[in-house]
């Protein structure tokens, strides 16, 4: 079975650009998680998508970031602009049910802004 | 607002011998905890975890256990070796839906 899958795995802007992050979830995920890890620190929940519908998205800062998951499987991150803080891991994660216990990330992406 | 915390950034054992891994949590509506581990360049991968109904889950070299009066819960790993060397994340959710939140990670070192 294939995991999650993220892409890029890395990437270098500069402030103010923009940035695109993809995810694809494990087949039959229906529940799809982006976080954002800042280095030293935990992952922190940004959106949380049940098929194609936001269930939670209390910790995205919609004034710079946005997400999508049109057709209930891929997803895309986006932050414009981007900011020097926003530099972190951005992880994917999936399960097959909301409420199921175990989230299966994907190897996340390197953002670096400079 | 840390509603998980893990107070040890790092920590080292000798191999053969009992890693520790504490965790402290603020939430009372937390009722399910889950420990993650998590390679250099690769996603946090699952360990083991604990409902709040009980107070320890083991497997195999892997024994979680939970106070909730304390609002802790530690990770023993025995006995330890060399590829255990990794960051361990302690996470916990309510009730709701499965939102995790992630403490800040304690990093293993375990010497040959």
């Known amino acids: 079975e294939a995991g999650v899958a993220q892409s890029p795995r890395y990437k270098i802007i500069e402030k103010r650009q923009s940035v695109a992050f993809w995810c694809n979830p494990i087949s039959g995920h229906a529940t799809l998680y982006w976080y954002q890890q800042i280095l030293g620190q935990g992952p922190k929940l940004l959106i949380q998508?049940?098929?194609?519908?936001?269930?939670?998205d209390s910790q995205l800062p919609k004034d710079r970031f946005s997400a999508e998951r049109l057709k209930g499987v891929d997803s895309t991150l986006k932050i414009q602009p981007a900011k020097l803080e926003d530099s972190a891991v951005y992880l994917c994660?999936?399960?097959?049910?909301?409420?199921?216990?175990?989230?299966?990330f994907g190897p996340g992406t390197r953002l670096t802004v400079l | 607002d840390q509603q998980v915390k893990q107070n040890s950034p790092s920590l080292s054992v000798q191999e053969g011998r009992i890693s520790i891994l504490n965790c402290d949590y603020t939430?009372?509506?937390?009722?399910?905890f889950l420990w993650y581990k998590k390679y250099p360049a690769e996603g946090p991968t699952f360990l083991i975890s604990i409902s709040s109904i009980k107070d320890k889950n083991e497997d195999g070299r892997f024994t979680v256990f939970l106070n909730k009066s304390a609002k802790h819960l530690s990770l023993h790993i025995v006995p330890s070796q060399p590829g255990d060397s990794a960051v361990y994340f302690c996470?916990?959710?309510?009730?709701?839906?499965?939102?995790?939140?992630f403490g800040g990670g304690t990093r293993v070192l375990v010497k040959p």
């Open positions: 994660a999936s399960t097959f049910l909301r409420g199921a216990d175990t989230q299966y």
């Open positions: 939430n009372s509506m937390f009722d399910y």
């Open positions: 998508f049940q098929n194609n519908g936001v269930v939670d």
């Open positions: 996470a916990a959710s309510g009730a709701a839906g499965n939102k995790l939140t």
